[in-house]
């Protein structure tokens, strides 16, 4: 419990998020033009969504606790970005073989 916990986890969101997508972009040679930023998008939102969510959860629900119910809302939502993002890819494959 305390402080340290919630900041790895954003620390590490973040990092992942912001720092390895600049690195990757600046380890290429030649500028390369983004085709299909549909699923790079929908996992920022959900970045977002999760560092609001674990807010509420933990400042204004049930201060500096995680109940059931919020541990498995949290669960549920990992699924929903994985099903999420691979709808958005299927569908980003079918645009692309009907044009």
């Keep these: 419990a305390g402080v340290l916990g919630p900041a790895s986890i954003v620390g590490s969101g973040a990092f992942n998020l912001l720092a390895i997508t600049g690195i990757s972009i600046l380890a290429v040679d030649e500028p390369k033009k983004i085709y299909d930023m549909g699923v790079f998008l929908c996992t ?5 969504f999760a560092y609001s969510w674990m ?5 204004l629900w049930t201060p500096n606790e995680v109940d059931v119910i919020e541990a498995w809302l949290t669960f549920f ?12 890819d299927k569908y980003g494959q079918i645009r692309d073989k009907k044009a």
């Design 77 to 88: 939502f990992f699924f929903v970005l994985v099903i999420v993002a691979f709808a958005i």
């Design 44 to 48: 920022s939102v959900f970045s977002l």
């Design 55 to 59: 807010y509420v959860c933990l400042e």
